[in-house]
T-cell receptor, first 113, second 109 residues
């Protein structure tokens, strides 16, 4: 089954404790991206990657890091999480290799205390 | 002014009604326009996308783009209870993707 998977689906952590949210797709897509979704603000792009070893900042990259060492994986790293990073996070990959046809994962609910 | 504005609703309609969902935008550089549907506790799923002014139809769904007015719409004909979800518009200018905040729709049987 074609899919984007994220782990963990739910995470509660404390301020300053480094964490990684994994994202993996089995569709051989080149384009992958990370979003956060907050009430009233919609989805905002954090980082995206057009291909292996190529990453670019989205609208809200501060406080986040990403890496793309393999085509299928695109982990999101929070080196020192803060409460304002409490949000619902989505990973996505694109069938077209562009941002116009994105296929989203199920989401990761992160709470930073 | 936000780059993309969307009436948050909630919008409640009876089954079988025609639904109109709308977004306005301020950046004339946007070239691609998308509509996503998001069910509760799920990731968004792509419904339709278009890159030109005019209408694009897919079953009960019609996407309409008016670049001169910076206005896009999604029409749902013969709405069904299974259409109850949040609908997100999104736009791309070959650089960044901007999503609207979403409109919550309930279709009452």
């Amino acid at each position: 089954e074609a899919q984007v998977t994220q782990n963990p689906r739910y995470l509660i952590t404390v301020t300053g404790k480094k964490l990684t949210v994994t994202c993996s797709q089995n569709m051989n897509h080149e384009y992958m991206s990370w979003y956060r979704q907050d009430p009233g603000l919609g989805l905002r792009q954090i980082y995206y990657s057009m291909n292996v070893e190529v990453t670019d900042k989205g609208d809200v990259p501060e406080g986040y890091k990403v890496s793309r060492k393999e085509k299928r994986n695109f982990p999101l790293i929070l080196e020192s999480p803060s409460p304002n990073q409490t949000s619902l996070y989505f990973c996505a990959s694109s069938t077209s290799g562009r941002a116009d046809e994105q296929f989203f994962g199920p989401g990761t609910r992160l709470t930073v205390l | 002014q936000k780059e993309v504005e969307q009436d948050p609703g909630p919008l409640s309609v009876p089954e079988g009604a025609i639904v109109s969902l709308n977004c306005t935008y301020s950046n004339s550089a946007f070239q691609y326009f998308m509509w996503y549907r998001q069910y509760s506790r799920k990731g968004p799923e792509l419904l339709m996308y278009t890159y030109s002014s005019g209408n694009k139809e897919d079953g009960r769904f019609t996407a309409q783009v008016d670049k001169s007015s910076k206005y896009i719409s999604l029409f749902i004909r013969d709405s069904q209870p299974s259409d109850s979800a949040t609908y997100l518009c999104a736009m791309w200018d070959y650089d960044k993707v901007i999503f609207g905040p979403g409109t919550s729709l309930s279709v009452i049987p």
